[in-house]
């Protein structure tokens, strides 16, 4: 399996490397429907964390693609790399619908830009699981939270069983300490009588 891994992240990373570089170089913002624009493109967005240029969006994703993807395609951090270029695979199909103009109507839908569109859903939803499989993929290994658990049960192993034997020298100290008393005011009682 590591030989096949060896070979699919670069694979998977290929694209998002090439895409991001092209972004940064040259940011194209997609336009609903299918088309390109160059430059100022359409109205702002309409979510308030999203940067108000789309080119500066487009941008941020091809810096975060092309990043991410020479780390997977290198084998360093590939969850975390796998799981950002997810990210930015569900928000570069987003963009042409975050930045629509509020003018900007379907109502004389292109038959072939809708079925255009549709194949490049269908591309970045197929990469998209992809990609959570590589961001999921523990190369074999239990994943963190089995690990967690595991590392868990054994410290509240190792704290009970240190509480127990602490707790029989305490309970013997304590037995001894009674029986000391106890012999001490017999003693004492002896004497008195």
Same mark, same amino acid.
């Given at each position: 399996?590591?030989?096949?891994?060896?070979?699919?992240?670069?694979?998977?990373?290929?694209?998002?490397?090439?895409?991001?570089?092209?972004?940064?170089?040259?940011?194209?913002?997609?336009?609903?429907?299918?088309?390109?624009?160059?430059?100022? *493109? =359409? @109205?702002?967005? #309409?979510?308030? +964390? /999203?940067?108000?240029?789309?080119?500066?969006?487009?941008? &941020?994703?091809? !810096?975060?693609?092309?990043?991410?993807?020479?780390?997977?395609?290198?084998?360093?951090?590939?969850?975390?790399?796998?799981?950002?270029?997810?990210?930015?695979?569900?928000?570069?199909?987003?963009?042409?619908?975050?930045?629509?103009?509020?003018?900007?109507?379907?109502?004389?839908?292109?038959?072939? *830009? =809708? @079925?255009?569109? #549709?194949?490049? +859903? /269908?591309?970045?939803?197929?990469?998209?699981?992809?990609? &959570?499989?590589? !961001?999921?993929?523990?190369?074999?290994?239990?994943?963190?939270?089995?690990?967690?658990?595991?590392?868990?049960?054994?410290?509240?192993?190792?704290?009970?069983?240190?509480?127990?034997?602490?707790?029989?020298?305490?309970?013997?100290?304590?037995?001894?300490?009674?029986?000391?008393?106890?012999?001490?005011?017999? @003693?004492?009682?002896?004497?008195?009588?």
């Amino acid at each position: 399996m590591a030989v096949l891994r060896r070979f699919a992240r670069p694979l998977l990373a290929s694209k998002f490397i090439r895409d991001g570089y092209a972004a940064v170089r040259n940011p194209v913002v997609p336009a609903a429907g299918g088309e390109t624009v160059r430059g100022d *493109a =359409g @109205a702002p967005s #309409r979510l308030p +964390l /999203l940067p108000e240029d789309p080119v500066q969006l487009v941008r &941020l994703q091809g !810096a975060v693609q092309l990043g991410a993807g020479l780390l997977l395609a290198l084998g360093r951090a590939p969850r975390s790399a796998s799981a950002a270029l997810a990210v930015t695979v569900v928000s570069s199909a987003l963009t042409p619908y975050l930045y629509r103009a509020t003018g900007d109507s379907d109502t004389d839908p292109d038959p072939a *830009a =809708g @079925a255009a569109e #549709r194949a490049e +859903l /269908l591309a970045k939803l197929s990469l998209l699981g992809g990609l &959570l499989i590589a !961001a999921a993929d523990t190369h074999g290994k239990p994943s963190l939270a089995h690990r967690t658990r595991r590392v868990a049960g054994h410290a509240s192993g190792a704290v009970t069983h240190r509480a127990g034997a602490v707790s029989d020298r305490v309970g013997g100290a304590a037995d001894t300490a009674v029986k000391s008393v106890t012999a001490s005011v017999d @003693a004492a009682r002896k004497r008195l009588s």
